[in-house]
């Protein structure tokens, strides 16, 4: 079965970065999108970015574009985020989460994604 496990989160003050890690499992990892999603207490899930199966296309929510960028080891199954600049807005547990499908654009949106990882808790302090 699919399985996708985020590290890298914790508490970073205003300003700073982190760079967060997803490792998966389960199938050919190179088939495949992932993209990064986060919720904020009491906010729906939303969309942070996301990255096609080859590397070559990305997209980013407007409120990250230029602050995070996401990437993929496909040698190593991994796909990262780079959190750079990071305001107490970014505050969130952050999730990462695959297709079922392969797609062919950068997927997005949060029902086009089928298998998600347990989640990572990224704190910024003012």
């Known amino acids: 079965q699919v399985q996708l496990v985020e590290s890298g989160g914790g508490l970073v003050q205003a300003g700073g970065s982190l760079r967060l890690s997803c490792a998966a499992s389960?199938?050919?990892?190179?088939?495949?999108?992932m993209g990064w999603f986060r919720q904020a207490p009491g906010k729906e899930r939303e969309f942070v970015a996301a990255?096609?199966?080859?590397?070559?296309?990305?997209r980013y929510a407007d409120s990250v574009k230029g602050r995070f960028t996401i990437s993929r080891d496909n040698a190593k199954n991994r796909v990262y985020l780079q959190m750079n600049t990071l305001k107490p807005e970014d505050t969130a547990v952050y999730y990462c989460?695959?297709?079922?499908?392969?797609?062919?654009?950068?997927?997005?949106?949060?029902?086009?994604?089928?298998?998600w990882g347990q989640g990572t808790q990224v704190t910024v302090s003012s």
């Open positions: 989460a695959s297709p079922e499908i392969t797609w062919y654009v950068v997927p997005y949106r949060i029902n086009e994604f089928s298998y």
């Open positions: 389960g199938r050919t990892f190179s088939n495949y999108a």
């Open positions: 990255i096609t199966r080859s590397g070559g296309s990305t």
